[in-house]
C-alpha cells in the first residue's frame, strides 16, 4: 500500500491544490501523511521483542531475569533453573496477555476505522473509496448522519446559505450541534457538482495542532483569466475527522489534514503514567532489601570460605576434584543470592495490578455513585493511584458547573438604570432593599414557547407592560446616541422602550446558538454554553425571537414581525477574552454587540457612561447572592472602519502569530463602547454540595475553589456551600500593584498568626490580579503558601485556566501533597492534569475534562464516598498488602539462612525447587488478593441484604447517619500514612524474622533428627523442610486471617480452597512425584506426631505473639482518632447482633436510643479533641 511508505506527520504549514484527477501524482503526495490510521502498537512480528522490552523497563523484572540467568549455571546453583524461570514467565506471561489482548482490539478497531468506506470526486464523479485511500487536496462528499473522514475545509453545503451542523461527541463529549459554513464565495462557486471546473484552487495552511477549535487558513478561489483572489478560513470552515454530519442533506469538503495531522490524532496522546507515593517507596525498599540480600551473601560467603579453609581439606566425602577453598566461596555468594532472592517478592507487583483492578471494579460499581439524573456511574480511568484517593490533603475545586448545576436560570436584567425581574423575588432578597413596585405580569410572548429553556421563571409586570405598548415608563427618556468616529452612522435611543430593544435585540444577536429540531419537529437552542442559551432564551420568551442563521444572515422575528440582518463577523467567548462579540449590518448601520465579564467590559467604555454607577451598584448586591453577571455594551461602525478591519482581517499572517495578531485586531475593535445594560444569572448549587464540603473539611481536607466570578459572589458562592462557615475568619486579597500586594499579605499575616494564636479557622479570598503576583513573585509565593497551606478553604477568583493549573503546583510543589483538582469544562483540564489526582464530571460543557481526568462522576457529592470510604479502604488494603507480602517472604527466606549453618554453608537449598516456585505463586498470592479486594476497616453498608422491614429500614437509615458522621475523624489514616511507614516496615520485617526463627529451631527442637519412623529411619532433610514449610505456609494464611478485619465468602474460599486445601493437594501428588526431595516423605511425615505438634505449637506460639503485640500497640500507641475506630466497630458488632435478631425486639426503639446517648457525648469529644490535634 503506497500510504504506508509515507511520512506519519507533517508538521509545517502546507500549501496544496484541490485534486479532481483520475490518477494522484505520487510524487506530490510523498510530504503529507496517508489517511491510514494506526493506534495498534505491535503485529505478528514486533510483539514478542517489543512487548517484551516493555516488561523489563521495570527494575524489578530485570533483577528477576538475572537471577533466572544466574541460576541457570549449574556451577552457581543448586537449584533446578525452573524454579526461578517459572515464576518470571508467569509473572512476565501474565502482563504480555494482558498487552496483547489490548493491542488486538486496538487493530480491531483500526481495520474497522481503515476500511470505511467514503465518497471522492475523481473528474467531478462520485466515487468509492475506503478512508484510508484519502490523501490531502481530496474532495469528499459526505451525507446526512456520516462520519468525517478527514479534518476537511467545507467548500458547499445543501443548504443555500452554505450553513451546515456538525456533532463532535466523539471528540469533546459536547452533544449540542455546532454550526458550521461555508464561505459565501465557494458556495456560489460550487453550489452544485455538475458546476465543478477544472482550475483548481489552492489552499494555505497552518501547522497541525492539538486545538480543535481553531484552523487559521486561507483559501484561493480561480475568478477568470488564471487569476485567483485570496479567502480568510477560520473553524468555521473546519469539519473535524470522526465528528458527524446532522440536519443537512450533504457537504462537499476538501482534505486539509488526514492521519495522524488530523485533530482527534493529535489529541490522542498517551496518557500519563502515574505511579502512587506507595509505589515508589516500594521500589526504594526493594533496593534496600536488595543491599541486605547481598550483604547477607557477603556473610555467607565468608563463613563458607573459613569453613573450607579449616575443615574442606579433612572432609573427604565431599570428592573435591580440584580443591580451591576461594573459588568455591565465589560460588557459594552467587549460590546464596539464588537462595536469598526470595526476599523479594517476585509476584508483587502483577498482584498489585489485580488488586487494584478489582478495586477499579468495585468504585465503578457503587451504586450509591450513580447520578440518575445523567445515568452516570463512577468511572475508574487511571488504576495505578487507588490508594492515593485516601491520602488526599488539597482539593481543587472549579466552581460552574462541579460545585453548582450548571443549569442557568435568567433571574434579573438591568437595562439603563431600571431592575427588571423583581415580580419572581422574595421582598427580603438584598436586591431588593430599594424601593421596587411588584406587580403580578402573564408571559409576554406566548407563541415564544416553542424554544423551551429548562427553567425560566422571570417576571415582570413592568417590562411587559413596555414590550406590549402599554404603561408610561416605557416614555421616559434616557437620550442616548451611539454614534460611529466619523458620526456618518448612529443609532439614538430615545426614551427606555427603544433602550430595552435594543439590549433584547443585542441578547438575541450576540451568541453562538444554532436551533435543532428532534423528530417531533419542537425546537430548542444549543450553545457553546449554558449562559448562552439561557440569554437567547429569555430575548426569545421576552418576544425577540432568534429563528436561525448561517455564514453571512442572522433572521428573527421580533415582537412577532420578521427580520434579518448581515452578519458580519462573529468572535467567539473563551476563557482568556472572557467576551463575545458579532459584528452586524442592520439596515446600512454597521453595529457591534458585546457581551462579557463586568471586570472586561468596564474598562473598554467610553467615558462619563449614565448608567454605569447604577448597574455596578446592582452587581454588588447580585453578588451577594451568589448570581453571575454579563455587561452588555455596543458600538456603532462606521463602513471605512469595518472595512479596514476586513481588510487587516483577511490579511493576517498565516503562521505562529496569526492568534496573537487577531486577538489585537479585535481588541482594538472591541473598544469605546457604550453601556447598555446587565443581566444576572442563577446557578443553583448541586444535590448535597455543602454537607460534602463540610465532611471534607472535618476529614482534614483542604478545599480551594477556583472560579472566573467576581470577588464578593465567588465569596458569597462560598459561604452558600459552606466552603466558609460562620466561625471562619476571611482574609481578602485584592490589591493592584504588586507593592500593595506585598503589604497586604503582611497585613493578613498579622491576622493570620491571631487566628493560630486563639486557634480560629481561617479562610483566604485571593483575586486573579493579586494571585498573578503571587505566583510570580517567589517570596510572595512563599508567604503566600505559608498562610494557605493551614487556611481551612481557600477562594480564588477572577483566575484563568493556566492560574488554576499554577496555582495546583504551587501547593503540590512546595509542599509535597497529595491534591486532587476537580472540574467539568475544558477550561478546567490544565488543572486536572496538574494535579497528583484528576477528577472529571460528567456535565454541560463537554467532556473534555472527563476526557483529561483518572476518575470521573456524575455530580459533586460522588467525591465523598470516592475519598472518605473507596479512598480510605484503598489506601489500608494496598499498604498493608505490600507490607505482609514483604513479611511473608521474610519468614520464607529466614529458615533458608540459618540452614546455612547445618550444611556448613555449602549453598545447599533447604527447599525443594517446587516449593520456592509455589509459594509466592498459589499458596499465599489468592489469599492477599482476595483481602486486597474487600476488606475494610468500617463497613458503611453492612445490612443492605436484610429486608427492608420498617424496623430494619430505621437502623439501617440511622446507622448510616452514625457513619457518615464519624467516616471524615477516620481520613487520617491515609493523610497522616499511619500504616505504611519505615518503622511498620521494619516491624513487618521483624515480625518475619522472629517467626521465621520460631519456626525454624522449633521444628528443629521438636525433632532434632532422631525421630525413629515406622521404616526405622530417623528423620533427615526431607521430613525437616516439609514441616518447616508446612509451618510457613499455615502462619501466613493465620496472619492475613488475623488482620482481615472484614470477611467474605471470598476471602474464606481463598484461604481454606485455594491455600491449604491446594496445599495439602499438591503435598499428596508430590508423594508420588520421582526424583524430587518429598518423594514418599508426605505420607510418611503425617503419620508421626511432631508433624502435628509442630504445626500446633508453632500456631499457638505464633498467634498468642501476634495478640500480645496487638494490645500493646493499643495500650501505648494507638491515638484518639483508632480508638474511635473501634468503639465504631463494637457499635457495629452490637448493632448487627440487633438486627439479626429483630424479630425479637423489633419494636424496642430505645435500643439504638440507649447505644446513642451512652456514647455520642464521650465520641463526640474525642474527635473534636482529635479534629483540633489534627489541625
Known amino acids: 500500500m503506497f500510504w504506508s511508505k509515507r511520512p506519519e506527520t507533517f508538521n509545517a504549514p502546507r500549501q496544496f491544490v484541490g485534486n479532481f484527477k483520475c490518477e494522484r501524482n505520487l510524487q506530490e503526495l510523498e510530504e503529507f501523511p496517508s489517511n491510514f490510521i494506526k493506534t495498534s502498537r505491535y503485529n505478528v512480528v514486533t510483539f514478542l521483542p517489543k512487548s517484551l522490552l516493555l516488561q523489563f523497563t521495570r527494575y524489578a523484572n530485570i533483577y528477576f531475569l538475572c537471577i533466572a540467568i544466574i541460576q541457570c549455571i549449574p556451577v552457581l546453583s543448586t537449584l533446578n533453573p525452573f524454579s526461578a524461570i517459572a515464576p518470571l514467565v508467569f509473572v512476565l506471561g501474565l502482563s504480555m496477555a494482558r498487552e496483547g489482548w489490548e493491542d488486538y482490539g486496538r487493530h480491531v478497531s483500526d481495520n474497522e476505522v481503515n476500511s470505511t468506506e467514503c465518497i471522492i470526486l475523481k473528474s467531478r464523479v462520485p466515487t468509492n473509496s475506503t478512508w484510508a485511500e484519502l490523501s490531502v487536496g481530496d474532495y469528499v462528499?459526505?451525507?446526512?448522519?456520516?462520519?468525517?473522514?478527514?479534518?476537511?475545509?467545507?467548500?458547499?453545503?445543501?443548504?443555500?446559505?452554505?450553513?451546515?451542523?456538525?456533532?463532535?461527541?466523539?471528540?469533546?463529549?459536547?452533544?449540542?450541534?455546532?454550526?458550521?459554513s461555508a464561505i459565501l464565495e465557494s458556495q456560489q462557486l460550487y453550489q452544485e457538482m455538475a458546476n465543478y471546473n477544472e482550475d483548481a484552487i489552492r489552499v494555505e495552511a497552518q501547522v497541525p495542532t492539538q486545538n480543535l477549535y481553531e484552523l487559521d487558513a486561507s483559501l484561493f478561489l480561480p475568478i477568470g483569466n488564471g487569476q485567483q483572489k485570496k479567502f480568510q478560513l477560520t473553524a468555521k470552515q473546519l469539519l473535524l475527522r470522526g465528528a458527524f454530519l446532522r440536519n443537512t442533506e450533504w457537504i462537499i469538503g476538501l482534505v486539509v489534514y488526514t492521519g495522524q495531522d488530523t485533530k482527534i490524532m493529535r489529541n490522542a496522546d498517551a496518557s500519563r503514567i502515574k505511579s502512587s507515593e506507595i509505589e515508589r517507596i516500594m521500589n526504594i525498599l526493594i533496593l534496600g532489601i536488595l543491599v541486605v540480600q547481598i550483604t547477607l551473601s557477603i556473610i555467607t560467603a565468608s563463613f563458607s570460605s573459613a569453613w573450607l579453609h579449616n575443615y574442606g581439606s579433612d572432609s573427604w566425602y565431599l570428592e573435591y576434584t580440584d580443591f580451591q577453598p576461594n573459588l568455591l566461596s565465589f560460588y557459594a555468594f552467587f549460590s546464596y543470592i539464588l537462595l536469598y532472592n526470595t526476599m523479594i517478592p517476585i509476584s508483587l507487583i502483577v498482584s498489585l495490578e489485580f488488586v487494584k483492578v478489582f478495586q477499579a471494579y468495585f468504585i465503578e460499581q457503587d451504586e450509591e455513585m450513580y447520578v440518575a439524573q445523567r445515568n452516570k456511574f463512577a468511572k475508574v480511568q487511571t488504576t495505578t493511584i487507588n490508594e492515593e484517593l485516601g491520602q488526599v490533603e488539597y482539593i481543587f475545586s472549579d466552581k460552574t458547573g462541579t460545585l453548582t448545576c450548571n443549569q442557568m436560570e435568567f433571574k434579573y436584567c438591568i437595562i439603563g438604570n431600571v431592575l427588571y425581574g423583581k415580580d419572581q423575588s422574595n421582598t427580603n432578597n438584598p436586591v431588593y432593599n430599594v424601593d421596587l413596585k411588584r406587580q403580578q405580569t402573564a408571559k409576554v410572548h406566548p407563541e415564544s414557547e416553542v424554544f423551551q429553556h429548562s427553567v425560566f421563571n422571570f417576571q415582570d409586570a413592568e417590562l411587559s407592560d413596555i414590550l406590549k405598548g402599554e404603561g408610561s415608563t416605557g416614555d421616559m427618556p434616557v437620550h442616548l446616541r451611539i454614534a460611529s468616529q466619523d458620526g456618518k452612522q448612529q443609532v439614538t435611543l430615545s426614551n427606555q422602550r427603544d433602550l430595552i430593544q435594543e439590549y433584547l435585540f443585542l441578547l438575541s444577536s450576540a451568541h453562538e446558538c444554532i436551533i435543532q429540531y428532534d423528530k417531533n419537529q419542537n425546537a430548542s437552542y444549543q450553545g457553546p454554553s449554558p449562559d448562552e442559551i439561557t440569554l437567547v432564551d429569555a430575548a426569545a420568551r421576552l418576544g425577540f425571537q432568534f429563528t436561525g442563521s448561517s455564514a453571512s444572515e442572522q433572521c428573527f422575528k421580533i415582537l412577532g414581525k420578521e427580520k434579518k440582518v448581515k452578519l458580519l463577523k462573529s468572535f467567539e467567548f473563551d476563557s482568556t477574552r472572557k467576551r463575545m462579540s458579532v459584528i452586524i449590518d442592520d439596515n446600512g448601520i454597521i453595529k457591534l454587540y458585546i457581551k462579557g465579564a463586568d471586570n472586561i467590559i468596564k474598562d473598554r467604555l467610553l467615558p462619563n457612561q449614565p448608567f454605569l454607577n447604577e448597574i455596578i451598584n446592582y452587581l454588588d448586591d447580585f453578588s451577594k447572592i451568589g448570581l453571575r453577571c454579563l455587561l452588555m455594551a455596543s458600538r456603532v461602525l462606521s463602513h471605512q472602519e469595518y472595512q479596514d478591519f476586513d481588510h487587516a482581517y483577511n490579511n493576517l499572517p498565516d503562521n505562529e502569530t496569526r492568534a496573537n495578531e487577531l486577538e489585537k485586531l479585535t481588541s482594538n475593535l472591541e473598544k469605546q463602547l457604550t453601556l447598555l445594560g446587565a443581566s444576572a444569572v442563577e446557578d443553583k448549587l448541586q444535590p448535597l454540595v455543602p454537607e460534602t464540603i463540610a465532611d471534607l473539611l472535618k476529614a482534614n481536607i483542604k478545599v480551594w475553589m477556583l472560579t472566573g466570578d467576581k470577588l464578593e459572589t465567588a465569596e458569597n458562592i462560598a459561604k452558600s456551600c459552606r466552603l466558609i462557615q460562620g466561625d471562619f475568619t476571611v482574609m481578602r486579597l485584592s490589591v493592584p500593584t504588586v507593592e500593595e500586594c506585598k503589604k497586604k499579605l503582611g497585613d493578613i499575616q498579622d491576622t493570620y498568626d491571631l487566628c493560630i494564636k486563639e486557634n480560629r479557622k481561617k479562610s483566604i479570598v485571593v483575586e486573579g490580579a493579586s494571585l498573578q503576583f503571587v505566583i510570580d513573585n517567589e517570596d510572595l509565593a512563599q508567604a503566600f503558601v505559608s498562610m494557605a497551606k493551614d487556611c481551612e478553604s481557600i477562594v480564588c477568583c477572577r483566575v484563568t485556566p493556566k492560574q488554576k493549573a499554577d496555582v495546583v503546583r504551587l501547593i503540590k510543589d512546595r509542599l509535597n501533597k497529595i491534591t486532587l483538582a476537580i472540574g467539568d469544562g475544558a477550561n478546567d483540564v490544565n488543572m486536572i492534569q496538574a494535579a497528583h489526582i484528576g477528577v472529571g464530571l460528567y456535565g454541560n460543557e463537554g467532556m473534555r475534562a472527563v476526557q483529561s481526568s483518572d476518575f470521573a462522576l456524575g455530580e459533586f457529592r460522588c467525591l465523598w464516598r470516592l475519598l472518605l470510604v473507596h479512598g480510605h479502604w484503598n489506601y489500608i488494603r494496598i499498604a498493608e498488602m505490600v507490607l505482609y507480602f514483604f513479611y511473608k517472604n521474610m519468614i520464607f527466606t529466614v529458615p533458608q539462612f540459618f540452614f546455612s549453618y547445618f550444611c556448613a554453608f555449602s549453598g545447599q537449598s533447604f527447599f525443594?525447587?517446587?516449593?520456592?516456585?509455589?509459594?509466592?505463586?498459589?499458596?499465599?498470592?489468592?489469599?492477599?488478593?482476595?483481602?486486597?479486594?474487600?476488606?475494610?476497616?468500617?463497613?458503611y453498608r453492612q445490612y443492605c441484604q436484610y429486608d427492608s422491614k420498617e424496623e430494619v429500614a430505621n437502623v439501617q437509615k440511622k446507622q448510616e447517619q452514625y457513619l457518615r458522621l464519624k467516616f471524615p475523624s477516620l481520613y487520617y489514616v491515609g493523610q497522616n500514612k499511619t500504616i505504611f511507614t519505615i518503622p511498620n516496615y521494619l516491624l513487618w520485617a521483624f515480625n518475619g524474622l522472629v517467626h521465621g526463627m520460631i519456626i525454624f529451631f522449633f521444628v528443629l527442637w521438636i525433632m532434632d533428627f532422631e525421630i525413629v519412623q515406622n521404616s526405622g529411619e530417623s528423620s533427615g532433610l526431607a521430613p525437616f523442610s516439609l514441616t518447616v514449610y508446612?509451618?510457613?505456609?499455615?502462619?501466613?494464611?493465620?496472619?492475613?486471617?488475623?488482620?482481615?478485619?472484614?470477611?467474605?465468602?471470598?476471602?474464606?474460599?481463598c484461604i481454606t480452597f485455594l491455600s491449604l486445601l491446594l496445599y495439602i493437594l499438591y503435598v499428596i501428588i508430590s508423594n508420588f512425584w520421582p526424583g524430587t526431595l518429598m518423594e514418599y516423605t508426605p505420607f510418611t511425615m503425617v503419620g508421626t506426631p511432631h508433624f502435628w505438634l509442630s504445626l500446633l505449637l508453632i500456631g499457638a506460639i505464633i498467634g498468642g505473639l501476634e495478640a500480645i503485640q496487638a494490645e500493646f500497640i493499643r495500650e501505648f500507641f494507638t491515638d484518639p482518632a483508632t480508638e474511635m475506630l473501634n468503639k465504631i466497630k463494637v457499635f457495629e458488632h452490637n448493632l448487627n447482633k440487633w438486627v439479626e435478631n429483630q424479630e425479637k425486639i423489633a419494636r424496642q426503639d430505645s435500643f439504638w436510643a440507649g447505644i446513642y446517648k451512652q456514647k455520642e457525648a464521650v465520641e463526640e469529644q474525642e474527635l473534636v479533641r482529635f479534629s483540633g490535634s489534627q489541625q
Not at 922 to 934: D, E, N, Q, Y
Open 912 to 939: 525443594d525447587d517446587w516449593y520456592i516456585t509455589f509459594y509466592n505463586l498459589i499458596f499465599t498470592a489468592l489469599p492477599l488478593i482476595m483481602r486486597g479486594t474487600f476488606d475494610q476497616d468500617i463497613n
Open 141 to 180: 462528499l459526505v451525507k446526512q448522519d456520516e462520519s468525517f473522514p478527514a479534518d476537511l475545509i467545507v467548500l458547499s453545503s445543501a443548504i443555500p446559505s452554505g450553513a451546515c451542523y456538525i456533532e463532535t461527541s466523539s471528540l469533546d463529549g459536547e452533544k449540542n450541534l455546532k454550526p458550521k
Open 1030 to 1053: 508446612s509451618c510457613i505456609i499455615l502462619i501466613a494464611d493465620l496472619k492475613i486471617a488475623i488482620h482481615t478485619k472484614f470477611w467474605t465468602w471470598f476471602n474464606f474460599i
